[in-house]
């Protein structure tokens, strides 16, 4: 069969795109590589909190699905919408990679050891805010830019610190200034964070079909349960809410069979001022979507609405 993905045009989003066009040649398919240049590779110089970032990275290229000019589309999982247009369908989530976030410095061991009023790039606001609540003393600085942009500004000097998500420096090869792996429980992944989502038109039963061995059903299971606590909450990928489930895992000392627990968090950017749950249940009684609007109702119950409200986000 013959395949055409549409990507981004950053090293990033291409060895993505390769890594998937690999797999499905393996499995006999000619597949080609369409780039696509989305609203968030334009516009480099706005902050993402300015323009809104709900299908900045996916608009222009499911534009491009539906008029068939491409078969299916490569995304890292984060930046895809959870409320995904009417034509089409989240195929294949393939075998998520490490979903954490990363500190990278040249000069400091980890967070905890930034000097007082250090610098910290990211162009996120889940992290900044998470930042602020562990540090309040450090200075957050917007950073927008791909991988080797953020490297290269952190090496002149600009920031002490960046963080960005550990999977895409392992993508790169690029972990020599990766010092720590910040823990879940104390700053949360964005949902879907070190996953890829494979995005096809829904009535195009062959493309699906042919990416269905792609799917990897305790990956899929996780990311459905985030999704659907991001959806219930009202945000998007630039709304400071972190989720991450860890699904069908065993918990030493328990005796239980498998679990599925997740870790939220909301918080505000600007004063770090945080909501955080924690839930677990046995894999016999999850069902991921509810599990995920379960989570949702908890950070409500728990007073995350105001903090919500105030970074844009909108309970539903």
């Known amino acids: ?34 780039i696509i240049k989305t609203t968030g590779d ?6 993402f909190a300015q323009v809104g970032s709900k299908g900045m990275f996916t608009k222009e290229i499911e534009e491009a699905l539906a008029d068939g000019r491409v078969d299916l589309a490569v995304h ?9 247009p009417a034509p089409f369908a989240l195929a294949a989530t393939p075998p998520r990679v490490d979903p954490r976030d990363a500190f990278v410095s040249v000069n400091y ?25 562990l540090r309040p ?15 290269r500004k952190l090496a002149e000097g600009q920031v002490d610190a960046i963080l960005l998500a550990a999977a895409g420096l392992e993508r790169l090869g690029k972990t020599d200034w990766l010092r720590e792996r910040l823990d879940p429980k104390n700053f ?23 990416v269905a061995f792609l799917n990897h059903e305790p ?14 909450l009202g945000g998007g990928c630039q709304v400071p809410i972190g989720i991450h489930c860890r699904a069908g895992i065993a918990i030493a000392g328990s005796g239980a069979g498998p679990t599925d627990e997740i870790f939220a968090v909301v918080a505000a950017p600007e004063t770090g001022a945080a909501v955080r749950i924690y839930h677990s249940a046995p894999r016999a009684d999850s069902d991921p979507t509810a599990l995920g609007r379960l989570v949702a109702k908890m950070l409500l119950d728990a007073g995350a609405g105001p903090l919500l409200e105030a970074s844009g986000g909108a309970a539903q």
């Open 1 to 34: 069969m013959n395949l055409r993905i549409g990507s981004r045009g950053s090293q990033l989003a291409l060895w993505q795109a390769n890594h998937i066009a690999a797999l499905l040649r393996g499995e006999g398919h000619i597949v080609e590589i369409e």
């Open 42 to 47: 334009r516009l480099q110089d706005v902050t």
């Open 76 to 84: 890292s999982l984060k930046d895809l919408p959870t409320d995904l």
């Open 109 to 133: 061991a980890s967070l905890a050891a930034l000097p007082q009023g250090a610098k910290v790039g990211t162009s996120s606001q889940r992290r900044r805010a998470q930042l602020k609540a």
């Open 137 to 151: 003393d450090i200075d957050a600085i917007e950073f927008r830019g791909n991988v080797d942009t953020r490297l």
């Open 188 to 210: 949360c992944p964005a949902a879907g964070q070190g996953s890829l989502g494979i995005e096809t038109r829904k009535d195009d039963v062959a493309t699906i079909e042919a």
């Open 219 to 232: 990956t899929r299971f996780a990311v459905t349960a985030e999704r659907a606590a991001l959806a219930a």
